[in-house]
């Protein structure tokens, strides 16, 4: 199946989704860092199969995506800048000249794939931005509905939601679900929630929901207060601080008599990194790229670290470089250090193998606005393994795929 990756970025989600089956036939980013992490990695075949990922490093709003033809992709996909509705941005939304919704819905209406995947923060879903949240959700349902020049987004959307309203569109239509995921529900050793927004095309007939959590933090409170696993894994006797941890005394009550805990444990800071080596500051540890220490780091109001024994906060690329507290781990003793760039490549789940070019603060920076590859991957599976279930359709809704059109009324 063929994909369209946009905004790249690191590869977090270009990553995810070849790992579910998709072939990319081209990867839009305009940073020029993260696009030599790309390029140097695609040349390096570090992962296989990815030695023929086309990078495309241009401004998104200058690309035409004929050059991709029209028919011939199944899947686009991409976590649009999320600054314009971070909680630690500026809040400026569909005023920010970052915000790259609008052309994601070019893609679609453009390329018309079978499905897409459009990640972004959680902040998307503060009570400032539901209007436009819901218009945007609006627009990926029918892409081909275009706002004209003479009318704001707001006037759009009652457009699209007379549409909608009618239920007898007759052009191209996706339908379209969305949902707030943390990463730590799916195996990423990281507490990461960020919002999927996903469509398939109407006439592909296809029903499909968001895969269910696999991992949980009941899980790994009964590993590590009730049975004790958690430690005996690593191999280190109980802390004595685990013994005097008191949960309130009804959910206490409830794991213990409620029924058996299916999910896997959250995966922990130390589960992630207990087979990699103390970093050193001189040069990286052996067998492992982008592991070296970097110094200074310090705990203060607000910044205090990710303890080692739970899964990190989400990191962040942050406004004025590195946030101290998300990209710490915080040790029993109370000592902190800056999480190595390749550390904080496995909160997000990135393979080994895969080199970040630029400086700590620019790689940090990629890291932080990456989408973690294994949740990439379970969401692109999970869609990949609906697309496989039926043979591409050609031709649909009159033909749109052959010669869209955009519909004003």
Known sequence: MNSIELFTGAGGLALGTHQAGFRHRGLVE?????????????????VPGIDDWRIHHTDIRLLSFDRFGS???????????????????????????????PEFVRAVRELQPRAFI???????LRAS?????????????YPTITKKRTEDWPEHRARLEDVHTKGR?????????????????????????RVFIVGFRADTGLEWHFPEPTHSEDALIWDKYVTGEYWKRHGIRRPASSRSFSLSGVRMR?????????????????????DMPEPRADRDAKGF??????SGAKVYPGHTGSPIDMPSKTLKAGVHGVPGGENMIAFEDGSVRYLT???AARMQTFPDAWRFEGAWSEVMRQLGNAVPVGLAAVVASSVASKLTSTQPVQEHQGSELQAPRRHHA
């Open 341 to 343: 760039v390749r550390e």
């Open 71 to 101: 028919g011939d992709v199944d899947l686009v996909a991409g976590g649009a800048p999320c600054q314009p509705f971070s909680l630690g941005g500026k809040h400026r939304a569909q005023d920010d000249a970052r915000n790259m919704f």
């Open 254 to 274: 409830d794991l213990e008599n409620g029924p058996p805990i299916t999910t896997k444990p959250w995966v922990t800071i130390r589960d992630t990194i207990a």
């Open 289 to 294: 790229t982008n592991h070296k220490l970097m």
């Open 169 to 193: 569109f007759q052009g191209v239509k996706y339908n379209v679900v969305a949902q707030l995921l943390n990463s730590a529900n799916y195996g990423v050793p990281q507490q990461r929630e």
């Open 129 to 141: 931005f539901q209007n436009y949240f819901e218009y945007i959700k609006l627009h990926l349902t």
């Open 118 to 124: 459009l990640e972004n923060v959680k902040g998307l």
């Open 30 to 46: 305009w940073d020029e860092d993260a696009c030599d992490t790309l390029r140097n990695n695609a040349r390096a075949n570090s």
